[in-house]
């Protein structure tokens, strides 16, 4: 069975740096894309970042310029590196991995930007 594992500290002060990290378990074979999404509280899950198997990146506008999606095959993780982080970051982030058979997601990290 796999599982995805996030890791990484959750509160940062507005302007800081943080790496969320997405660790499988297990071998994930066949995948598509790779990414990483979130719910503020009162709103709608929203991508976030997002990496192809051929490496090709997509981010949401708000993030642009200043988060990186990344990835080690080797250690089967994915990261998160966020920079310059505003309040309005605020939220749970969620990893996701999504197969041709299966999608997969991480338990959640809960990042507070404070002011």
């Known amino acids: 069975q796999v599982q995805l594992v996030e890791s990484g500290v959750g509160l940062v002060q507005a302007g800081g740096s943080l790496r969320l990290s997405c660790a499988a378990s297990g071998i994930i074979p066949s995948i598509n894309d790779q990414g990483w999404y979130r719910q503020a509280p009162g709103k709608q899950r929203e991508l976030v970042a997002r990496?192809?198997?051929?490496?090709?990146?997509d981010y949401a506008d708000s993030v642009k310029g200043r988060f990186t999606i990344s990835r080690d095959n080797a250690k089967n993780t994915v990261y998160l590196q966020m920079n310059s982080l505003k309040p309005e970051d605020t939220a749970v982030y969620y990893c996701?991995?999504?197969?041709?058979?299966?999608?997969?997601w991480g338990q959640g990290t809960q990042v507070t930007v404070s002011s």
């Open positions: 990496i192809s198997s051929g490496g090709n990146t």
């Open positions: 996701n991995i999504v197969t041709r058979a299966f999608a997969y």
